[in-house]
């Protein structure tokens, strides 16, 4: 995710995302979880719920679409990622396999390419929450 992403997305979300106790919070508050059709003993996941802010949404869908290429960190990435603190990398390293691994193994099991987007990109919400309220 690109710094201008990364601050507009912060800026969604008003700056606290502390708000958020849990990561599942906030991809429910983006509407990035599927929405639940229940009668009776069944049960059925329909599409997402998109609810929350829909630039936000949109701006982690974007980021979410460069996740199926191979995962490396470039002369970009490097420069950027030069000077932040050691468990930030930690948690952007791992997001970017773990993303990477979502998206292949999705796309191997056949799923529709906009639908394995959207699971990366709540996946890429949840990391995006847990590297803001590291310590």
Sequence with gaps: MDTLTAFALHLELGGDWHRFS???Q????LGLT???NQS???SRQGAITKTGSTLARRLLVESAWHYGRDP???TVLARRQ????DHVLQIANRAQQRLHRVYTQMRSRGKHHNVVVVAVARELACFCWAAATAD
């Excluded at 906030?26 to 508050?29: E, F, K, M």
């Design 72 to 74: 490396r960190i470039g």
């Design 26 to 29: 906030l991809s429910a508050w």
């Design 82 to 85: 030069d000077g932040q603190p």
């Design 40 to 42: 009776g003993e069944s």
């Design 34 to 36: 599927p929405s639940l």
């Design 22 to 24: 849990r990561a599942p």
